[in-house]
């Protein structure tokens, strides 16, 4: 649900939290995004950082250069004006492999799920993501846009640690991890291209509010791909959208 106009709440003593709704939802996040690309357009003094999420934006802020009520009548004075809220013009095709040895948990959700793993992979394959958000650990993409037909609860107990690049799904959303960590998701599939890599500029490739769709690829193509990334060369496709 949206909620009729944003709310200002307190992280901390250096924080705020501007909220718009209380769900995963395109337009929600649209207006996050919004007024974060407003706050770059209109810089405050003593702003320190800005983090968008599934439904809000934390302001990180020095409470010593800037004051709570001043920071919230900026961002209020912000909304009054009704920042743009940009389509996403940008969809990135990222290689996955779904095969073993990489989808590790596919067969376990299929199950779940009542479907083959086969017709998991091309659910998956088939849909449409937003990337709302990192978190977590950093390259973490968090997706929505996951098939209802896919919509698996997250594990009663936490998996062992996923293998990097992991493709995963878990409580109606979809997500990459870029490095080995336990989690409570199931582990689809695999990609070679790598999410967050320091050295590259710049070190995450997708935006906040990209699109995204998986292409499935085989084992023989998964590794060539991997030996290309390692080399720093990036393997996913941009395209640009109308």
């Not at 919004?34 to 934390?58: K, Q």
């Not at 912000?78 to 590790?104: D, F, N, Q, T």
Request: with cysteine.
């Amino acid at each position: 649900m949206r909620y009729a106009a944003p709310r200002c709440l307190d992280a901390g003593e250096a924080a705020l939290v501007v909220e718009f709704g209380d769900s995963v939802d395109p337009a929600i996040n649209a207006e996050a995004l919004a007024l974060d690309a407003a706050l770059r357009a209109a810089p405050l003094a003593g702003i320190v950082e800005t983090v968008p999420t599934y439904r809000s934006l934390m302001i990180h802020y020095d409470p010593l250069a800037l004051t709570r009520a001043a920071l919230v009548a900026h961002v209020e004075a912000l909304e009054r004006a009704a920042p743009a809220r940009a389509a996403a013009s940008v969809r990135w095709i990222i290689p996955c492999c779904y095969a073993p040895p990489h989808g590790e948990d596919i067969a376990a959700a299929g199950e779940a799920l009542s479907l083959s793993p086969s017709q998991v992979a091309a659910l998956h394959a088939g849909a449409d993501y937003r990337a709302y958000m990192y978190g977590f650990a950093p390259g973490w993409c968090y997706l929505g846009g996951l098939p209802s037909a896919l919509a698996v609860p997250r594990r009663a107990s936490p998996r062992g640690p996923t293998p990097r690049g992991a493709v995963l799904i878990g409580g109606g959303l979809s997500l990459i991890g870029a490095d080995p960590m336990p989690t409570g998701w199931y582990v689809l599939g695999r990609t070679p291209e790598r999410m967050f890599a320091p050295e590259r500029d710049p070190s995450f490739f997708v935006e906040v509010g990209d699109a995204l769709r998986f292409e499935p690829i085989d084992e023989a193509t998964f590794r060539a791909l991997e030996q290309k990334s390692a080399r720093g060369e990036m393997i996913a496709r941009r395209e640009t959208m109308a």
